[in-house]
T-cell receptor, first 113, second 110 residues
Framework: DTAVSQTPKYLVTQMGNDKSIKCEQN?????MYWYKQDSKKFLKIMFS???????INETVPNRFSPKSPDKAHLNLHINSLELGDSAVYFC????????????FGEGSRLTVL | SQQGEEDPQALSIQEGENATMNCSYK?????LQWYRQNSGRGLVHLIL?????REKHSGRLRVTLDTSKKSSSLLITASRAADTASYFC??????????FGSGTQLTVLP
């Protein structure tokens, strides 16, 4: 059983398109996150939801919109994709709001052509 | 937010040797964690050390924390080829978020 699963694992698309990445966790955690890892492996938090409520929203373009239908799911929708959006996006979850262990998904590599 | 910074950025050692990685952070913390990331995979939690702890062990891992210097170190003893990965320190402060460094790439040569 995969604890944090995200799909798709790979996504190749053209500039200007809209795409979504889905994430689900079966750990019963109440907090979920989206992180972006760039080509230099720097990992930056984008969003965090606690019990479906947005608690962290870092400086991310409005083209990125997270949606949490329930506390086990946190999806990421990206509009009007740009070349600079190419990266690996990681979903993670934790119990509580950010002081404990994070459980990561395997990542979704987005390539914008 | 201010991220932690690992040092060195890359480390290459022979199997059986010890590997030491350092991490510095800038704000006060509740705890500091170390994660490993194998190539093409997600991050995996290794160990957490609380701000009131100075040293912690887990198997071949030893973590130290010096809050006066805002630094931590991760020691992997008797390294194996399977330890080849990127290692990240993560500081957790009052901002209710985990702030990552850019990682140390460890290569263990057989």
């Amino acid at each position: 059983d995969t604890a944090v699963s995200q799909t798709p694992k790979y996504l190749v698309t053209q500039m200007g398109n809209d795409k979504s990445i889905k994430c689900e966790q079966n750990l019963g955690h109440d907090t979920m996150y989206w992180y972006k890892q760039d080509s230099k492996k720097f990992l930056k938090i984008m969003f965090s939801y606690n019990n479906k409520e947005l608690i962290i929203n870092e400086t991310v373009p409005n083209r990125f919109s997270p949606k949490s239908p329930d506390k086990a799911h946190l999806n990421l929708h990206i509009n009007s994709l740009e070349l600079g959006d190419s990266a690996v996006y990681f979903c993670a979850s934790s119990q509580g709001q950010g002081f404990g262990e994070l459980f990561f998904g395997e990542g979704s590599r987005l390539t914008v052509l | 937010s201010q991220q932690g910074e690992e040092d060195p950025q890359a480390l290459s050692i022979q199997e059986g040797e010890n590997a030491t990685m350092n991490c510095s952070y800038k704000t006060s913390i509740n705890n500091l964690q170390w994660y490993r990331q194998n190539s093409g995979r997600g991050l995996v939690h290794l160990i957490l050390i609380r701000s009131n702890e100075r040293e912690k062990h887990s198997g071949r891992l030893r973590v130290t924390l010096d809050t006066s210097k805002k630094s931590s170190s991760l020691l992997i003893t008797a390294s194996r080829a399977a330890d080849t990965a990127s290692y990240f320190c993560v500081s957790s402060g009052s901002a209710r978020q985990l702030t990552f460094g850019s990682g140390t790439q460890l290569t263990v040569l057989p």
